[in-house]
């Protein structure tokens, strides 16, 4: 009595699901499927209700279940595509041949030849196991309709997970419990909610998925689960053997390690993905040598390149020998735009490519992950997410895409492609070792790339430094022509006036002519002629010559002098500027000295230029004295005069010392060694 009300009930409700589905517009052939799936399993509710069909024999519970198992595979199929129009559209596909063969068998097999039970249970827990690797095959691949389809998955799922576990059980102990015979049928009416919500879910029943023979024949599911059967069958029979008390309780504790088993691979892809990892790492020999491997990569980026073009090509064909393909092209993004850097028997990338990157790029962005055009091409759902034109994929030229990326942003992409050799398979083991070998090509890119930058940048300081100095003299040159031009009125009719006046343009006209020098030679500055002098007789010729338009003129003292390897026209330099800044933070009435002395005991020979103007803070001295174009005398100074006076006392081994107090005055020191 109790069977049949659940039977009865669940008859009801199928019955008003049926009514329901003529009401519903869905279009596609798979809803004219569930409806014959729905009838289906009205009638095998009706057919298990003793009230109306007498007592239900053996025969008749396993050809009922065969019958209702073959006709929600058949609806399984017709929601793997989305382009079916007709029922032969289905049955004609091979994958549709090979869902709905097992059911066959089972169902012609009896008919032909006796079959015991036991091979009967073991036949409906097959396709029991069959249903739930289709629906995990579906779920996976579905995309973007996950959500839709997990009610559709959930009910089936549960409803043949059951089967399977009843059928495994009778297998084991070579009967069908009556416990499960008799809830079947509420079973099937409490999960009808789920089968509901997937119809108001779904807009359109086909996915347009691909079923591999690979995911059908090589997954870990089905391993486990072949495994499993031969656990149970096995502990099945020595629970037989062994008889006594002990059997009802581990058959119970079977049951329910095996469904917790069951669920666990059903719905963990993760977890049965990292078992098949783990065997393959364990219990197989490495693909690839990495100790030789990376050694010939290392050799293979060592090389000098010849240029910066040269580079590209030397990071492509290690890519390309790390896996030995023959062809490929490195290709950099900019933007928009893609730029082939690098090519190696492929030629320029066609109009479709182009496209196909364009569309790679986010997803690789997002991802990090490599692509395989020919693993998506037949496996789509490895790549969650990703959407590439496939009329635009027949023309591609290239098998793997190796995104280069560079701080979360992609720098470029690696097209490899092979001719002679076997291509490669992207398993988690070629995954991890491109990942390496694409990082170490991405950063020998990215170091001479950054290596190039610095030197073009390192070309332009320079030049701008040499700008710096070039119009640095010209003001100084312009100086003195400033000074001719203020005497020249009142000393004109002077011979002496003007005999300095042609040696003051033949040196003003030397100095523009070395600065053109420079500025067309592009060098910052030229080597001097370097001989013994004695600086006091230099000082005397740069403060009669230059120094004398300012107050206060300087003062030259001598106590003791030797002869310095200096060039004397950089020498003249540095010392005008330093008289001349003395000269401008002094007032007419203050003092400017310049005086000599000799360090016999160091061997240096040291001259002070002091004077007791405003003087400087030592803050200012640290911080801002000799820092480049920092400067307190705004537009009328470069801010260089100090950094060049003392760079060149360093370039010469010497050393520039300052010593200053606020309102007090200040003291430079140059340092010359005596060689």
């Not at 690979?214 to 689960?225: D, F, G, Q």
């Not at 393909?325 to 290709?331: D, I, K, S």
């Not at 006209?509 to 420079?518: G, H, P, S, V, Y």
Request: hydrophobic residues 45%; charged residues 20%.
């Amino acid at each position: 009595m109790i069977s049949d009300i659940g039977y009865g009930l669940s008859a009801f409700g199928y019955l008003v699901l049926l009514l329901l589905l003529f009401t519903v517009r869905k279009p596609g052939l798979a809803k004219h499927l569930l409806v014959l799936a729905t009838l289906a399993t009205l009638i095998w509710s009706l057919s298990f209700i003793t009230l109306l069909t007498g007592p239900i024999s053996m025969h008749q519970l396993l050809t009922a279940d065969t019958l209702k198992q073959m006709v929600w595979l058949l609806f399984i199929a017709g929601c793997l595509r989305d382009d079916f129009s007709t029922l032969w559209d289905v049955l004609r596909r091979p994958a549709t041949m090979a869902i709905l063969a097992p059911p066959a068998v089972a169902l012609l097999l009896p008919l032909i030849t006796p079959v015991p039970a036991e091979w009967r249970f073991l036949f409906l827990t097959v396709l029991s196991l069959e249903v739930l690797i289709l629906l995990e095959v579906m779920f996976r691949q579905s995309g973007e309709n996950q959500w839709a389809f997990k009610p559709l998955v959930l009910y089936l799922g549960a409803m043949h997970l059951f089967e399977f576990v009843m059928y495994a059980n009778a297998t084991m102990v070579n009967k069908v419990e009556l416990v499960y015979l008799v809830s079947r049928g509420y079973i099937y009416l409490i999960m009808m909610p789920l089968l509901v919500v997937a119809i108001r879910r779904i807009k359109h029943w086909g996915v347009d998925i691909f079923i591999s023979r690979e995911v059908v024949l090589h997954s870990s599911l089905l391993l486990v689960a072949g495994i499993y059967l031969m656990v149970m069958a096995s502990a099945g029979y020595i629970v037989n053997f062994i008889g006594g008390s002990w059997s009802t309780t581990i058959q119970t504790v079977l049951v329910v390690l095996s469904l917790a088993l069951l669920i666990t691979l059903v719905l963990s892809n993760g977890f049965r993905t990292r078992i098949k990892v783990f065997i393959t790492k364990h219990f197989f020999a490495n693909q690839f040598d990495y100790r030789v491997e990376w050694v010939k990569l290392t050799k293979a980026l060592s090389s000098p390149p010849e240029d910066k073009n040269h580079v590209y090509q030397i990071a492509l064909k290690g890519l390309l020998g790390a896996i030995n393909y023959e062809t490929g092209c490195l290709v950099k993004t900019t933007g928009m735009d893609l730029e082939t850097v690098a090519c190696e028997s492929m030629g320029n990338l066609l109009p479709q490519e182009e496209r196909i990157i364009n569309q790679l790029t986010p997803f690789c962005v997002k991802t990090g992950w490599l692509v395989d055009i020919s693993e998506y091409t037949s496996k789509p759902f490895e790549y969650d997410g990703l959407q590439l034109d496939r009329e635009a994929l027949k023309r591609c030229r290239f098998q793997l895409v190796l995104p280069l990326l560079k701080q979360d942003e992609i720098w470029g992409v690696a097209l490899l492609q092979t001719k002679d050799s076997e291509a490669l398979a992207l398993n988690w083991e070629v995954r991890d070792y491109l990942n390496a070998v694409t990082e170490q090509v991405g950063t020998y890119l990215y170091h001479h790339e950054a290596a190039n930058a610095v030197a073009e940048n390192a070309q332009f300081a320079a030049f701008n430094r040499m700008s710096a100095f070039v119009l640095h003299d010209l003001k100084n040159v312009m100086a003195q022509i400033d000074l001719i031009l203020c005497n020249a009125e009142q000393h004109k009719d002077n011979p002496e006036f003007i005999e300095d006046t042609f040696e003051t343009l033949h040196y003003t006209k030397a100095r523009m002519d070395k600065m053109l020098r420079q500025l067309t030679e592009k060098k910052i500055d030229e080597v001097g002629v370097f001989s013994a002098h004695n600086l006091s007789v230099l000082i005397e010729k740069l403060i009669d010559s230059r120094c004398q338009s300012l107050e206060p003129v300087p003062e030259i003292h001598i106590d003791s002098e030797e002869k310095v390897v200096v060039d004397p026209e950089k020498f003249t330099n540095v010392i005008y500027h330093l008289v001349s800044n003395a000269q401008q933070a002094t007032p007419d009435s203050g003092t400017v000295t310049v005086s000599l002395s000799c360090d016999e005991q160091n061997q240096r020979q040291l001259v002070h230029i002091k004077d007791n103007g405003c003087g400087m803070e030592q803050a200012f001295i640290d911080q801002r004295l000799f820092k480049p174009f920092d400067t307190t005398k705004g537009n009328a100074g470069m801010g260089i005069g100090a950094f060049d006076a003392k760079n060149y006392m360093q370039s010469i081994g010497g050393k520039l010392l300052v010593e200053s107090e606020v309102g007090k005055g200040s003291c430079f020191t140059l340092v010359f060694p005596l060689d």
